[in-house]
Structures are given as C-alpha cells and as structure tokens.
C-alpha cells in the first residue's frame, strides 16, 4: 500500500494490469470465438468482401472509411514502441502472445462492433454509436453507459493521446534532432485543423494516410526479412520456445511474456477496449455483422501484419534487449547498451543495421503518421461519447472544450517522460477494457442473434439485411425505422 502512494500511477497500472485482468481479457476472447464458432476464421472471405461494400451516405462513412478510421486508432505507438516494449519486458515469447490475444480478440471484436451497429442512433445527421449506447440501450443500464461514456472521455481526451504524441516527439527528435517544443506547437496546429472539421474530414484524411503509411511499414520491413531469410526458422523458433518457457534464456519469464504480450497487444489492436465500436457504427451498412466482421479484420491488419513487422525486423536483426523482472537494472539480453531506452529506438536501430542513414528517419516518420492518425481517432471517439451525453441538448461548448483538452493532451505529451506517458496510456486503456468486457458479456445473447441471421441469409444466397423486431430484439430503434421505410418502399 505503500508503494502505491509513493507512485499512484503506477500502482494503478500494475491494478488494472494484474492477472486477473490478463486471465479475464483471454477468457472473454476465447468465449466469444466458441460461442461465434471461430468467427474470425470462417468468414474471413466475407471480411474481405464487407471491406469495399457499401457506400458513404450523408449520415455515414463507407466500410471502407469506418475500417481506415478504426485503424487509424488501431495503428499507432502500439505496432513500433509497443511491440518493442513488450520484447523488452517479455522477451520474444511476448510477440506469440500478441498474436494470440489477437487472434481471439477478433472476436471480441466483432461484437463489439455489431453491437455497435445493432444500437446506433442518428444525431444531428451523424450515425452515433459506441459502447455507451449499446450499454443503455442492450442492458438498459443508463448509468453504465453513462460510466462508461465519462471513462471513454477522460482516456481519449488526457490520458491516452500524450503517449501517441510523446513518440512522435521521441522519434522525431532522435532521427532528425528536432526541438520538442517545435514538434509540439506543430502538432498542436496540424490536428486543430483536422479535428475543427468534423467526422468527415477525419474520415477523409485517415482513408488515404492509413492504407499508406501501413503498407511502407510492411515493405520495409519484408525488405529486411528478405535479406535474412535464413534466419526466419530460427526466430520462429526463438518466439515459441520463449512463448512456452522451453528457452534457455528466456524460458524464466513465461508469466512476463504472457502479460506483457497481452497488455501490449490489446493497447494495439484495441479488441474488446471499445474503441473501434465507435467507428464502425458511423459505418452506413445493410446488416450490422458487415461492419462487425470489417472490424474483425482491421485487428488482423494492425497486429498480424503491423506489429509482427515491426517485431521481425528487431528480432532478425537482434536489435533489442531483455529486462531481467527479478535484478532492477540488469538484463537477461543485452544487444544494444544500458543506455538504449525500450521503444522507437530498438525498430530505429533495427532498420539502420540494414539501411545505415535510413532507420531513424524511417521509423520516425513512420511513428509520425502512425500516431498521428490514431490522436485524431481518439478525438473521434471523445467526440462521440460527448454527443452521447449532451443529447437533447446543445453539445457546442462542450465539443470546444474537449478539442481543446486533447490538443493540451498533445503538447504536453510531447515534452513529458515516456515513463510517465506510457502510464497514463494503461490506466486509459485498462479502465475502458474492463468497463466494455463486462458489458459485452451481458449483451452476448443479440451478438449471436445477429450472427445467426447473417449466416442464415447468407445461406439463401441473400445480401443480409436487418430486421431487429424479428430476432426479438429491443431498443434498436434506428435499424426498426429503417426496416418499416423500405417496407413501405417495397409496397
């Protein structure tokens, strides 16, 4: 207890973080990928469809936006300073466990982001949507979602874009010797700019950065793999020995790479955190499991694909150290010096030991886009979860101080320790992960619904589309509007 006062933030992060959290966050994934009977894998040509269906509408975005929004947050310090972080503190072993809490999260993902869908309304001409709504609309709980909402608010706004905007500021600066202040003041401009314009410029602006940022991130990587292609049996051989304790030098740390694998993992794929909920219900779409399964995959992109390249290009490479959990200070690997800090530095230096004069500005550029797009994702969902408590009421004050709140966020994020960025990050997260998984829990039951139907007109050779009062299903009073409109249409 006392520790915990000599250090609340931290003290709360190994609360938030402690195994319970770890168990619970792999067992509701695990459940989910029964209960949806491998969702994530038996569909995964329907993803791919669902990516370029359906078009944007002058309520909604196109899947296609919805999904480059989503990862837009998705994609960000998480796949560069995450996953390298978590080879750090878990060895190798860690990046198994990311792809695990992927792999399982995936499912988690998609019904959160049916949900989504099933209970969005439409404010002021936007689709709305998120974990609050299905919360007081699916349970009926109008106090969690209000919970729910104010936690959403104080993550998305203070507590998480500082670390997104700490590395832009440490990548940058280590790559091209650029002032903090200056990036800072720059930041704070650029995003004012964006986030000023509303939803659509968002969307706009993360359709084309994403796709691009994501792919020269994977090619440069392959380009490193490519050239040590022969080493790719042994570093598969390294992560799976590490994943399950068989390893010499890392077999010790089996519970370190379990937590710090799953704690990263989610702080990068965001399954099950409810964040991606609130992109994919602006999402203008016939049948809510399309968007939910266009969510489904965004989690394969961002840690299947983004952050295991990240991670082959320090593991090929060797360019990383591992902490030794039980002597402070001292390592169990050591590739790089004391005095290289765990993050953008080991991917810099990973790069530049294949491109020499090209890693740091890479990487750096490429933490720039990357968590770039996910502070203006943050201000999305901030921006939704204040529409879902100012509704009925004039929310133009309110919005004003929340972009002024996040682009404080930024700036300070920019000069403040990574330590201390990286804290307030988990507490963000861990507080909407456990909020969210709790709710998805109860609202299972119209998830599976949902999936059900999907499937049986699939079957029949039909384009779902979505009818809640015939699944027996309450409260979802957009999609019952709509289903009476093109009835009336059809007569």
């Not at 799976?240 to 390893?247: C, G």
């Amino acid at each position: 207890m006392e520790a915990f006062f000599e250090n609340p933030i931290g003290g709360l992060v190994n609360l938030l973080w402690s195994t319970p959290m770890i168990v619970f966050c792999l067992g509701v994934g695990l459940l989910f990928t029964i209960l949806t009977k491998f969702v994530q894998v038996r569909l995964f040509g329907d993803m791919i469809k669902q990516l370029f269906s359906g078009k944007a509408s002058s309520a909604g975005v196109s899947s296609f936006q919805a999904l480059s929004i989503s990862l837009s947050g998705r994609v960000g310090t998480g796949n560069i300073a995450g996953t390298a972080t978590a080879i750090a503190m878990g060895g190798p072993g860690a990046v198994f466990w990311m792809w695990m809490i992927a792999f399982i999260g995936a499912s988690s993902a998609f019904v959160e982001s049916t949900l989504a869908q099933v209970y969005k309304s439409k404010q002021e001409g936007e689709y709305r949507g998120g974990p609050a709504y299905y919360i007081e609309k699916g349970i009926g709980w109008r106090w969690y979602g209000i919970i729910f909402a104010f936690a959403a608010l104080l993550a998305m706004s203070l507590l998480m874009p500082g670390l997104q905007a700490n590395a832009i500021g440490s990548g940058l600066n280590n790559a091209f010797g650029i002032n903090k202040q200056i990036i800072a003041i720059s930041l704070v401009v650029i995003i004012g700019l964006i986030i000023f314009g509303g939803v659509k410029r968002i969307a706009s602006v993360a359709q084309f950065v994403v796709p691009f940022m994501a792919v020269a991130y994977v090619l440069v990587s392959l380009f490193i793999i490519i050239l040590n292609i022969t080493e790719l049996p042994a570093v598969f051989g390294l992560i799976f020995r590490s994943a399950f304790a068989v390893d010499s030098a890392f077999g010790g740390i089996i519970g370190a790479a379990i937590a710090w694998g799953v704690k990263r993992g989610i702080f990068s794929n965001e399954a099950g955190q409810g964040t991606g909920p609130h992109a994919a219900a602006a999402a203008e779409v016939s049948h809510p499991a399309k968007q939910g399964l266009v969510q489904a995959f965004s989690v394969y992109i961002d840690t299947i694909l983004v952050c295991s390249a990240t991670a082959f290009m320090i593991l090929f490479t060797g360019s990383y150290n591992v902490v030794d959990p039980e002597n402070e200070g001292q390592f169990l690997r050591n590739n790089l010096g004391d005095a290289v800090e765990a993050g953008p530095a080991y991917t810099q230096a990973a790069v530049e030991s294949v491109i020499p004069g090209f890693g740091a500005g890479f990487v750096g550029i490429a933490l720039l886009f990357f968590a770039f797009t996910t502070i203006m994702a943050y201000y999305y969902i901030a921006e939704t979860n204040v529409a879902y408590l100012m509704r009925g009421r004039s929310n133009k004050i309110p919005m004003f101080i929340l972009k002024v709140v996040l682009l404080l966020a930024t700036y300070f994020g920019v000069v403040r320790t990574t330590q201390v960025a990286w804290d307030l990050g988990d507490v963000g997260l861990g507080i909407m992960v456990w909020l969210n998984l709790i709710a998805l829990l109860l609202l299972a039951k119209p998830a599976l619904a949902v999936l059900k139907d999907y499937d049986e007109q699939r079957k029949q050779g039909l384009d779902p589309t979505f009818n809640p009062e015939k699944l027996g299903i309450k409260n979802a009073d957009f999609w019952t509007e709509e289903y009476k409109k093109d009835d009336e249409r059809a007569s």
